[in-house]
């Protein structure tokens, strides 16, 4: 799409702020010690899971005239297959007219848990694999996570009801596997995998490895983009973390768009209510589903995710693609002044 164009399509999706995709963190326990892990969750949480009948609560303030047909709500944490009444929030929630799935590490998803999710209407479904055997065991810190994350690709994969994909988080470590990795997924049968790179924060912050040379990153965009030129049963695409210049259209559907605010909020652990969960909650939280109507929370608030101009500062004033960029996805503002981490445009090699 022309850029101008699509800059007046972002104006307009802006303008209306149609909520359709909501995150419910619905614990922040889980199994694995991942080295990436922006929310430093474990086993034994500091956070209690939330209720389920808190989060229904919240999300019966939308009104039936503002559920569009292709809502949905994805749980997320931590992990939430540790969640015992998992199947039961998704009937409660299907039952209110919105779709659901959820974005899980795998460790306990098999043949009977499959049955019993689908049954309770799981719609979605997003797996991790940060690699092969060894570089996925030492990213999520637990051996055998591999082969759970593999099992629970493949039922998902042959699971014509379900829209399931597979994530990787590109480091140091992975980098040169993604070849293989691409070959296993498509052996599995998955229909789409998508590729990020992490943000430095959490357990990252201080991890060289996690991190891309911009020699690197510009091989990443290579990798993607001949994946997608070849075609092929799979789809090969990059996340939705910055303005990428020449890159922009060949390894997406469509131009960069931070849609965190926009079309996307989320419910945190401890009630505030956010856009999606990677976002520095000390500084984005917009209200609290214990204090506040969720979904005047949306219509009333935001600002800040939906008028950029304050995030024109630092290394973003003079920019030359700032149009098109706005300031990086949200996720990349973090700190107590809010300072970009990081600029996805300047590690193309030009």
Known sequence: MNPLLFRLFRDNEIRVHELNYLFWECTTRCMLRCRHCGSD????????????????????????????????????????????????????????????GMVSNGWLYDESKHAELMAAGMGSATVSLDGLETSHDWMRGVPGSYARAVE????????????????????????????????????????????????????AANDPEMRLSPEQFTGLMEFIRSKRAEGGPMKVTFSCEGYLGEYEEKVRDTRYFCRAGVNIASVLIDGRICACPNIDRDLFSQGSIYEDNLYEVWETRFQSFRKRSWAKTGRCAGCKVWKDCLGNGMHNWHGAQGEVLQCHYSKIIQ
Not at 55 to 64: E, G, M, S, V, Y
Not at 66 to 95: C, N, W, Y
């Open 41 to 100: 969750c474990s086993v034994q949480s500091r956070e209690k899971d939330m209720p389920l009948e808190d989060f229904l609560k919240a999300l019966d303030t939308i009104p039936q005239s503002h559920r569009p047909k292709d809502f949905i709500v994805v749980l997320t944490g931590g992990e939430p297959l540790l969640r015992p009444d998992l199947a039961s929030a998704g009937r409660e929630i299907r039952r209110r007219g919105f779709g659901w």
């Open 152 to 203: 629970a690709i493949g039922l998902m994969a042959a699971e014509p009801r379900l829209n399931a994909d597979v994530v990787t988080c590109v480091n140091q470590r992975n980098l040169a596997e993604l070849p293989r990795i691409h070959k296993l997924l498509e052996g599995l049968g998955v229909k789409q995998w998508r590729l990020f790179t992490v943000i430095p924060i959490g357990r």
